[in-house]
Each structure stands twice: as C-alpha cells, then as structure tokens.
C-alpha cells in the first residue's frame, strides 16, 4: 500500500500546482487519485472524495477506517443494520456541503470526469476549473512508496513465469497454465489479486491474446504471456515468450532479433528523448530482418502506474518525451505463422537523468 510520507509528497507537488494556477481548492471523488493523494482505497463502487484547500487543509471522506494523509477525514457510513442505505453518494455530496459550509468560494478545480453533479451543486457558487491534465502530469514522476507498489506487482510476475514453465506442456490448455500462474501469486500474496494478461498460445497470439481458452498447447508452438497482476492497484507489465519444447532455429534466430531490439530500445531512453524517435528505431531494427519484417504492429511500450497504460506512450504518433521518474515498458514484438506464434519480451524501467534502471530481473530465455 501507499504509504502517508509518499501521499503528502504528492500533495506537495499538487499545492505547488495549485498555486502556479490560482486555484482555491481541489477536489476529486475518483476512487485512484484519492488513494494517490491519501493512501485510502476504497473499492471502486464506493464513495469516496478528497478536498484540498491552498493553504493544504484537507478533508477526505471515506468508508474505510484507519490512517490517511488527510487532515480531517469524515467517516461516510455504507451499511447499517439500523437505517437502510440505498444511495450513499448522496449521502457523501451531503456530508462535504455541511463541512464546507461557508468555507468553499473560490476557483475549485476538479477531475471533471470523476466530480458528479450531485457534488458541484453542493459546492455553488464556485468558479469551476478542470485539474485533469494536471492530475496526469503529476502522476507520471513516481514516488518511492509508487515503485515497491510496482516491485511488488512484479514479484508476482516472477512467481507465475515461473510457475508456468512447470506447466507448459503439449496437450495442457492454456486455462491449465493460467490456473497454475494465478495460484502461485494467490500463494505468494497470500490474498486474491487482480491477474489479467494476454494468454493466448501459438497462432492465437498473433493476433488475438486476451483471456485464457480451452485451446490445447501443441509441440512447436510459442507461447506469449503478457501480465500485469495489480495487488493494489499498480500494475507492473511484464511479457515472456516460452517455447512448447526446443525452440525451432528459426525460433531462436527471431528471438535474438527481439533480444537487441530490447536492448537497442533500453540504450536509447533518456529524459528529453522523443518516444516516438525510439519507436522508429526499433520499428526501422525490426524491418531489416527478413523474418521479422513488417510483423511488429503495435506500441514499443508505455508508462505504467495506478493504470496498466499512462504516458508517455511509446507510438509514432505521440509527442510525449521521457521525463525523469516515468516508469515505462519496452516491448518489441515479432508475429508470424511460420513461428507458430509469437515473441514479444517486456520490462519495466524506471527513468533517471542519466540512466534507465531495470526493475525485473526474471530471464528472458525461451
């Protein structure tokens, strides 16, 4: 979990924010950028709304019990045996109008998308601005509590890549290999955890991925798994390519060509780099080789956070540059029926000023 130092780190940098705009107050009731800013998750169904003002007072409404980064936090009933509870957002609008009573002129900047009408009503007259591209921009320099949040994620990674090389077999199907990989990480963690991913196997991977079927693994066939398992909500965003017995030396020649596009990708990220000048590169790498020819189709990688994809996005069509604590993947893929599949090989980095360190260490054989 996030920790209370990290969330006010993250509050500073907003006032800082606020400042520069001239907004009064922020508030927010998406349920990721409360925990962002406070620590407190609450399930995505609940209400849930943080207030800062200027000055750093806060107010965080909330089901859930325990410590938060908030300096008052309102406690927002959800169930009772005593009275029946049948819309608590209302109930949540209600309490913030009477603890902001007098208290909320000004200009409020707001997640647009996540502050409802019930709420704004509660706060007129206020000027209202939106805080969403600011919201985006902070979250791209991670905190260290944000980094064990994605170092945990990968953790289990490790846990399931290495359950599925025990399970990949011919005549398993992929459901097999995904019930040994998500049993292993409910071992480790203890606790469910959220695992989606790309199963799919052989000439299904191609194309397609997606969730696990009852297609049985066949001899020869290259085996991509793309993870990304979210304990609370970050995700690390991990790919390994196995193969259903020795690898083909057609194989093995396409999986050295990923190999140094990863590497080529790795040598090129630094602050200030264009993402889509290394797309190119690795797209221009990947284009020279015969068998790899005009079969990488989608992005070289992405940032990675409290969402499987944030930016900067690593396509042709994006100006996004590498900023110093993005955390990214790099993923270069080749696709062919003559490889009875694909291989696709991803890590998760974080920036530095002057390197790219390297958050998962699981290997990279087929």
């Not at 130092?5 to 950028?33: H, I, K, S």
């Not at 709420?119 to 905190?143: G, S, Y």
């Not at 991913?197 to 191609?206: K, T, V």
């Not at 790099?330 to 890590?347: Q, S």
């Amino acid at each position: 979990m996030l920790t209370l130092e990290g969330c006010r780190a993250r509050q500073r940098r907003l006032l800082t924010v606020m400042e520069r705009n001239r907004w009064d107050f922020f508030l927010t009731a998406n349920y990721r950028t409360v925990y962002y800013l406070t620590g407190s998750l609450s399930p995505a169904e609940t209400p849930t709304i943080f207030w800062m003002k200027n000055d750093g007072r806060s107010i965080l409404i909330t089901s859930l019990k325990g410590e938060a980064a908030a300096g008052e936090i309102a406690p927002l009933e959800t169930y009772s045996i005593v009275r029946t509870i049948t819309n608590p957002a209302h109930d949540a609008a209600a309490l913030l109008k009477d603890l902001l009573r007098g208290s909320s002129r000004g200009v409020c900047a707001a997640e647009s998308a996540a502050v409802s009408v019930l709420i704004r009503e509660t706060l007129d007259p206020v000027d209202w601005a939106d805080a969403t591209d600011a919201i985006l921009a902070l979250r791209r320099r991670k905190e260290d509590d944000e980094i064990v949040e994605i170092r945990t994620s990968l953790n289990y990674c490790s846990v399931a890549y290495a359950a599925a090389r025990q399970t990949i077999a011919p005549g398993r199907t992929e459901l097999d290999v995904y019930q040994a990989m998500h049993g292993a990480i409910l071992q480790a963690a203890g606790t469910t955890v959220l695992f989606p991913g790309d199963f799919a196997c052989g000439e299904r991977g191609i194309k397609e991925g997606g969730p696990p079927t009852r297609r049985e693994i066949r001899q020869g066939d290259l085996y991509i798994l793309d993870i990304f398992p979210a304990p609370a909500l970050y995700f690390g965003d991990t790919c390994r390519t196995f193969s259903v017995g020795e690898p083909t030396d057609l194989q093995f020649r396409a999986w050295e060509i990923v190999l140094k596009a990863v590497r080529l990708a790795e040598g090129m990220v630094r602050p200030g780099v264009l993402a889509r000048d290394v797309y190119h590169a690795v797209k221009e790498f990947l284009d020279s080789h015969e068998i790899t020819r005009k079969s990488f189709w989608h992005h070289l990688g992405h940032g990675i956070g409290h969402h499987s994809h944030e930016a900067p996005r690593i396509i042709p069509g994006t100006d996004d540059r590498f900023e110093i604590g993005d955390v990214i993947t790099l993923e270069p893929g080749v696709y062919t029926a003559a490889l009875k599949g694909g291989i696709r090989l991803e890590d998760n980095y974080v920036v530095h000023e002057a390197r790219l360190e390297n958050l998962f260490d699981f290997p990279m054989e087929l």
